[in-house]
């Protein structure tokens, strides 16, 4: 089963605009990733926020969490065509080993040039 | 260096038949998952090795699926008598530890006819 569901499933938007998806998940967690995913490739590892962290940047990423909603975001700011990928947030599973992870069903965002 | 490396990119098989995944990881990390994921789908969990045992194979759908890790560093997933519904990609990911972010590899398309 699939612990995070994300919102919206696609989304589309022009060169230079913003881009935000967001991550809900069920059970308590200690962090949360954001990963990517370009089309027939495989997974690269974006962002880990922990549960003791509000907000994290990196480049032109911020990454937000709410543990009292169960919820992240995700916002690409100045969008690119190459940031035309599936982005999918994971949680970490059980005892919290980071590897054994429950990944959302993704946002396809497309950046139109 | 060289990233997660997957053999076959692509397979095809025939209902019944038995098939090998192969997943060479990234040098000098100990820890490696396998994942499958579904056309649309975020990537679920199968099994997770560290070093050569597998500390984690409650991601099995069932006992067609095995798979082995003997010197700790390649891996082979195995699908006995393939069934239609095994049909996915199935992704390996590799990290330096149990808490360090997964790195994956562009994944082996499966096509059960």
């Known amino acids: 089963s699939q612990q995070g569901e994300e919102d919206p499933q696609a989304l589309s938007i022009q060169e230079g605009e913003n881009a935000t998806m967001n991550c809900s998940y069920k059970?308590?967690?200690?962090?949360l990733q954001w990963y990517r995913q370009n089309s027939g490739r495989g997974l690269v590892h974006l962002i880990l926020?922990?549960?003791?962290?509000r907000e994290k940047h990196s480049g032109r990423l911020r990454v937000t969490l709410d543990t009292s909603k169960k919820s992240s975001s995700l916002l690409i700011t100045a969008s690119r065509a190459a940031d035309t990928a599936s982005y999918f947030c994971?949680?970490?599973?059980?005892?919290?080993?980071?590897?054994?992870?429950?990944f959302g069903q993704g946002t396809t965002l497309q950046v139109k040039p | 260096g060289a990233g997660v490396s997957q053999t076959p990119s692509n397979k095809v098989t025939e209902k019944g038949k038995y098939v090998e995944l192969r997943c060479d990881p990234i040098?000098?990390?100990?820890?490696l998952y396998w994942y499958r994921q579904s056309l649309g789908q975020g990537p679920e969990f199968l099994i997770y090795?560290?070093?050569?045992?597998?500390?984690?194979d409650s991601g099995l759908p069932n006992d067609r699926f095995f798979a082995v890790r003997p010197e700790g560093s390649v891996s082979t997933l195995k699908i006995q008598r393939t069934e239609r519904g095994d049909s996915a990609v199935y992704l390996c990911?590799?990290?330096?530890?149990?808490?360090?972010?997964?790195?994956f590899g562009n994944g082996t398309r499966l096509t059960v006819t």
């Open positions: 990911a590799s990290s330096l530890g149990a808490n360090s972010p997964l790195h």
């Open positions: 059970t308590s967690i200690n962090n």
């Open positions: 926020i922990r549960s003791n962290e």
């Open positions: 994971a949680t970490p599973h059980g005892s919290g080993n980071t590897g054994k992870l429950i």
């Open positions: 040098s000098g990390h100990t820890a």
């Open positions: 090795f560290q070093g050569t045992g597998a500390a984690d």
